[in-house]
């Protein structure tokens, strides 16, 4: 069973940058794994972020960006602002089958 | 404008069926693929489901795919999601979703409980 692992939770001052990290059992996150990236503020429904490693959804601003770093996907916040705290997922493709990662929670403080 | 509906979701008890509905508007339906995810209360999302724009390819989440069974109607604009032999621990929230996914419904509540 493919496990896809992301940090529990991180925290970062407004303004600041910080990088969320997703990894996959099986071996490196690839651009085949068209990574994608959602925030979900709790009582919501999740937002899409990105996909396809990097690809901005409509309407999301350019401080989220995504990359593939060091054999993981990874999401980028620049100028962080207090409404960006949230519950961060990623989701890899598996030839057909996706899979979510656990999600990262982002504290702004 | 993308507008997706989840219905169907209630409580019901270990080992019955549902069937859940996800009415879709603002695009042109038959062109997209569609999801289905969930989230059990307090826990991360999890994908469940996805069917392809003509109906012809589908995948599912090891933990589902001998319980639930994804179908559309493009004449409906409306994807399914048959779930069969409930149990306690499908008690989740039912997102439908559309594409990458990029648009998602409010989700539809489904607790499974004696």
């Known amino acids: 069973q493919t496990v896809v692992t992301q940090e529990p939770s991180l925290t970062v001052s407004p303004g600041g940058t910080v990088t969320l990290t997703c990894a996959s059992s099986t071996g490196p996150v690839t651009s085949d794994n068209y990574p994608n990236w959602f925030q979900q503020i709790p009582g919501q429904r999740p937002r899409a972020l990105i996909y396809s490693t990097s690809s901005r959804q409509t309407g999301i601003p350019a401080r989220f960006s995504g990359s593939l770093l060091g054999g993981k996907a990874a999401l980028t916040l620049s100028a962080v602002q207090p409404e960006d705290e949230a519950d961060y997922y990623c989701l890899l493709f598996y030839g057909g089958v996706r899979v979510f990662g656990g999600g990262t929670k982002l504290t702004v403080l | 404008q993308v507008h997706l509906v989840e219905s169907g979701g209630g409580v019901v008890q270990p080992g019955r069926s549902l069937r859940l509905s996800c009415a879709a508007s603002?695009?042109?339906?038959?062109?997209?693929?569609m999801h289905w995810v969930r989230q059990a209360p307090g826990k991360g999302l999890e994908w469940m489901a996805v069917i392809s724009n003509d109906g012809r390819s589908i995948y599912y989440a090891d933990s589902v795919k001998d319980r639930f069974t994804i179908s559309r109607d493009n004449a409906k604009n409306t994807v399914y999601l048959q779930m069969n032999s409930l149990r306690t621990e499908d008690t989740a929230l039912y997102y439908c979703?559309?594409?990458?996914?990029?648009?998602w419904g409010p989700g539809t509540l489904v607790t499974v409980s004696s």
């Open positions: 979703a559309r594409d990458n996914p990029d648009y």
């Open positions: 603002g695009f042109s339906f038959s062109y997209f693929m």
